[in-house]
């Protein structure tokens, strides 16, 4: 690790110009899970750079001012290449400007918020960071399916199945355990890959498991079946991305819990929103 800190370059960006930037979450869809930290810089950015996982209701809150880029990355379909995009926040800050680089879900959950900051970091340019609701917290509480329950899941394991080479290829040993819950966050292209092998590897194809799409949002689908069915439902069901799996006993709580969307029971349905 260099601990060596250009003081110059972090004079220049902070005294003179006064720019920065905020890597901000902004969770998994619905504005209403924004912190009021996000919300706050989103309506006094100069700049906002946003990935495509950033849905229009929070791009309505921010300023109108505020100039809009967009460097949005879908897989096998980079539209900005990562280090133009460092060199973007790098050389927007140093123009003076308050840069907001928006995330969706959390920025350090699969999101390359790492990755920026180094840039920013070595180049001494003054960041903050605003966590967001990941994936994983806000579309499970959305699915009604909690990660953890005492009766029968302990530990929670998030991964990603997207492999640099495009294929999927986890640790099955140590993901196929009774007792705890594994969520996946990527689209459908290895899901049936993800089935297959966990129920060899000592699951069995009867455990239960789910796809959400489009968790958070008025458009939110859940399909829940087991190992064995998933795959087919889900390809049946024609879910659109983002699509997140949840794999586990808590799984089967969803028909006690759901609340939200189409699929809960419609005396447990949420009201309309009061705000
Ligand atoms: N930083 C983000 C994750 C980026 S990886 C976070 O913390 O949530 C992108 C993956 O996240 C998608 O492929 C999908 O698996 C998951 N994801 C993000 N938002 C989602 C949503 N609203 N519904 C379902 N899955 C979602």
């Given at each position: 690790m260099n601990s060596f800190v250009d003081v110059a370059a972090m004079v220049r960006a902070w005294g003179a110009d006064g720019g920065a930037v905020y890597l901000v979450g902004a969770g998994p869809g619905d504005p209403e899970l924004l912190t009021l930290r996000a919300a706050r810089l989103l309506e006094r950015a100069d700049v906002v750079v946003y990935d495509h996982l950033v849905g229009d209701g929070v791009l309505a809150l921010v300023g109108a001012r505020a100039e809009?880029?967009?460097?949005?990355?879908?897989?096998?379909?980079?539209?900005?290449?990562?280090?133009?995009?460092?060199?973007?926040l790098v050389d927007l800050a140093r123009a003076g400007?308050?840069?907001?680089?928006?995330?969706?879900?959390?920025?350090?959950?699969?999101?390359?918020?790492?990755?920026?900051?180094?840039?920013?970091?070595?180049?001494?340019?003054?960041?903050?960071?605003?966590?967001?609701?990941?994936?994983?917290?806000?579309?499970?509480?959305?699915?009604?399916?909690?990660?953890?329950?005492?009766?029968?899941?302990?530990?929670?394991?998030?991964?990603?199945?997207?492999?640099?080479?495009?294929?999927?290829?986890l640790d099955w040993q140590a993901l196929a355990r009774p007792g705890?819950?594994?969520?996946?966050?990527?689209?459908?292209?290895?899901?049936?890959?993800?089935?297959?092998?966990?129920?060899?590897?000592?699951l069995g194809a009867d455990w239960p498991a789910a796809v959400v799409g489009n968790g958070t949002l008025a458009g939110q689908r859940v399909v829940a079946g087991t190992l064995g069915t998933l795959a087919a439902r889900v390809a049946e069901a024609g879910l659109a991305s983002p699509c997140?799996?949840?794999?586990?006993?808590?799984?089967?709580?969803?028909?006690?819990?759901?609340?939200?969307?189409?699929?809960?029971?419609?005396?447990?349905?949420?009201?309309?929103?009061?705000?």
């Open positions: 809009r880029i967009y460097v949005g990355k879908e897989r096998a379909r980079h539209s900005v290449p990562q280090e133009r995009i460092n060199a973007m400007r308050s840069v907001v680089r928006l995330k969706g879900g959390d920025p350090f959950v699969f999101g390359r918020g790492g990755e920026e900051l180094q840039a920013l970091a070595a180049a001494g340019v003054p960041f903050e960071v605003v966590p967001g609701i990941t994936a994983a917290c806000g579309v499970s509480a959305y699915a009604g399916i909690p990660l953890t329950h005492r009766d029968c899941a302990h530990s929670c394991v998030v991964v990603t199945g997207h492999l640099k080479d495009g294929s999927c290829n705890q819950t594994v969520v996946i966050y990527m689209g459908l292209s290895g899901l049936e890959t993800i089935c297959t092998q966990l129920a060899a590897h000592g997140l799996t949840i794999v586990g006993e808590v799984v089967r709580l969803r028909e006690e819990l759901a609340w939200f969307g189409a699929g809960a029971p419609v005396g447990r349905r949420r009201p309309a929103p009061v705000l």
